[in-house]
């Protein structure tokens, strides 16, 4: 049977290994900032990010990436944020975004 070519193709899944993840610096932000964790990934924050309009900055995936444990790149992504304040007046839960763009900076700059 021919395959029909629809313009597009399936990528992979990409599947996450949480339990190889080392998860320890997300914990540590978490007790650190409880407010880390109160995030329901709306994208208020990216869709007012003034960073984000210029550059390729997403705060919502650089958090979602930092609570999985993937912390590469997550630095040098949050080094892009102006720290204007505009996603903290839009957070639905009233997440003090640019604390959280501080500690992260702070806790991996290992990484």
Not at 3 to 21: E, H, K, P, Q, T
Not at 47 to 62: E, I, P, Y
Not at 68 to 85: D, I, Q, S, V, W
Request: aromatic share 8%.
């Amino acid at each position: 049977m021919n395959a029909v070519n629809f313009g597009y193709m399936i990528s992979v899944a990409r599947g996450i290994d949480l339990d190889r993840n080392d998860l320890t610096s997300a914990r540590e932000l978490g007790d650190e900032m409880p407010e880390f964790r109160a995030c329901i990934a709306c994208g208020g924050c990216t869709a007012t990010c003034t960073a984000g309009n210029l550059t390729s900055f997403n705060f919502r995936m650089v958090q979602t990436l930092v609570r999985r444990g993937e912390y590469a790149g997550a630095y040098r992504e949050m080094n892009k944020c102006m720290l204007c304040g505009k996603c903290r007046l839009v957070c639905p839960r009233g997440i003090n975004t640019r604390g959280v763009v501080m500690l992260i900076k702070r806790k991996l700059g290992d990484y």
